[in-house]
RNA sequence: GAGCCCUUAGCUCAGCCGGAUAGAGCAACAGCCUUCUAAGCUGUAGGUCACUGGUUCGAAUCCAGUAGGGCUCGCCA
């Protein structure tokens, strides 16, 4: 149940009955209506601004529209009190009782709690990672995965039908220097001495493998052979070898993905480039013009030339976007505009992308091109991800691809682990750079924000431990818990830690519908700081143990909240794919 | 030159759809371990929300402009 949704109802259905008994005027519009949380806990429970938004249209002051509301949601049967405060909120305080039967649900319904049925079943598309396949991801890329993966399972969570998709940029000019880079390490493996690797190609060692791999499958067959008759299948033995490297990264970090589109397979030799321009060729959106250069800088070998455009300043694009090269071959933006109204054939309206900062000056033809290509029927949402800079104790890890010193995700996730990747790439917000810091992220302490949230659960683990040792043969099942008598959490601290789990679906949706996978990260840092101080509080006070050896009943009922903590740490941690340990050691 | 993103405490950052006295962590200072894990907690101090104007009952939040930082700019993907 999200609390805040319930009792939003709750006031529109109140100020329904006010205009029915005619003390407000019919048809007043309640979109601006919000219920949510007052930032001072003082404040109350729940608070309305729907006074404010509609004393206009009511013609009326808000504090009078405030007192009627006021006067209605005082006699709800979860009400203690109603209040007008500042320039016309309304402010309700709640029982206890309606706050403990919240943490009931949370035992009965398990980590599913905080899943909603906003998304209908309505089919989305998010696309993610899509590098390119000459190389091992890098730290970046692992931003945009778990980004994306996290991004992905909080739109299922709250009910929409989730594809993750990843595209290969399998067909440009990139994957045909990868396959003479790959040439030159398969004659390197049968014995020649290649040197330096010349600019342009992929220098990395990890080509060598592939190389010799080759050599192995196909001996000396392709060594002193002209290039167009290696090129093709040497390229498409390097993309497989690229595609397998990835596939391994991303099962690393436990990214996965439902599909892999292939630019060159699924676009480009099905001929879907030419059937997108001829579809844009019937709405009138192609034509043959000349681009001014930008200005301010001087492209050295600028010449106007005429070629092929796409009328993406039609659907807000600053200038209009070239489909076909000099050359006559398609522009990868032409490509992308095929695949993006396969996408729309398939059945998405709604595509979320996950992409690198450096790809920003693309978000506007390329919503251009989705709009374009369904008929303004799909939207296209960009997420884009700041750099990540990688630190050792504050000291910027150096890299160079030359040096042979360049540090992949691998590296990273073999050294810390997936789940502590995970975690750190979501406590920034995604247009900022984050830091991540070797020393930092594997501390065990408090000043590390993985192991602060990873401790609240193993803690959770360890009080049922001691419950389970003090009252020998007792029932500590979920089920148990929730029958248990909750009344006796009666504590201000303990009502407190209740809200706070009462949070949950509230986030889960917020942070979805606002694609900002970050705040569940922060939400379960600010929970496990709840959870941390009402136990340290009972060290100090001995009545506030969770564990009450001579009070089983009450014992019960805190173990009930500690496990309503234990359940949303876990699902919150599962659903940004980190695994909640048992135990710290 | 143009477009997009960013600018909040000494540092690193949150701040939801415009809402009440702008919040965390670190660093600083003062405390808490015979105790369910001190791998933790409590308190104090710290702010011209870059700047200027606008929109309105109300702006860190929306709009315009200015300054600073980042990314990008036909025939790369």
Known sequence: ???????????????????????????????????????????????????????????????????????????????????????????????DSFWQTRLGDILRTGETYGAADIGAGQAINVEYVSANPTGPMHVGHGRGAVVGDALAALYAKIGYKVTR??????????????????????????????????????????????????AARDGDKWRGRPEDEWLAPIR????????????????????????????????????????????????????????????????DDWEPRPQMLFRATTFGDDVDRPLQKSDGAWTYFAADMAYHLDKYRRGFARMIGVWGADHGGYVKRMQAAVAAISDGKAGLEIRLCQLVNLLE????????????????????????GAGVVRFIMLTRKHDQHLDFDFAKVTEQSKDNPVFYVQYAHARTRSVMRQAAEAFPGIDLSDRALAGADLARLAHADEIVLVKHLAGWPRLVESAAEAGEPHRVAFYLYDLAASFHALWTRGKDETALRFVAADDRALTLARLALVRGVGIVVASGLRLIGVEPVEEMR
């Open 1 to 95: 149940m999200n609390v805040f949704s319930y009792f939003r109802e709750q006031v529109v259905k109140e100020l329904e009955t006010l205009a029915a008994a005619g003390k407000l005027p019919p048809g007043l519009d309640t979109a601006r209506v919000t219920v949510e949380p007052p930032r001072e806990a003082a404040h109350g429970d729940i608070s309305t601004n729907a006074a404010l938004v509609l004393a206009k249209a009511a013609a009326m002051k808000p504090r009078d529209v405030a007192a009627l509301l006021v006067e209605r949601l005082r006699s709800h049967p979860e009400a203690t009190a109603a209040d007008i405060a500042g320039p016309g909120f309304v402010n309700l305080r709640l029982r």
């Open 165 to 214: 998709e990843y595209y290969v940029n399998d067909a440009g000019a990139q994957v045909d220097q990868l396959a003479r880079s790959v040439h030159l390490r398969y004659r390197e493996a049968l014995g020649e001495t290649v040197g330096a690797i010349p600019d342009g190609l992929y220098p990395g060692e990890y080509l060598q493998p592939v190389g010799a791999a080759l």
């Open 236 to 299: 498409e033995f390097a993309i497989a070898a690229m595609m397998e490297l990835i596939r391994g990264d991303l099962a690393a970090l436990h990214v996965r993905h439902d599909v892999f589109s292939s630019e060159r397979h699924d676009v480009v030799e099905r001929q879907r480039v030419g059937e997108v321009v001829e579809f844009l060729r019937q709405r009138d959106l192609v034509y043959t013009g000349t681009l001014e250069p930008p200005k301010g800088m001087k492209p």
């Open 393 to 416: 104790k504050g000291e910027p890890v150096k890299m160079s691809k030359r040096a042979g010193t360049f540090v992949t995700l691998r590296d990273v996730v073999d050294r810390v």
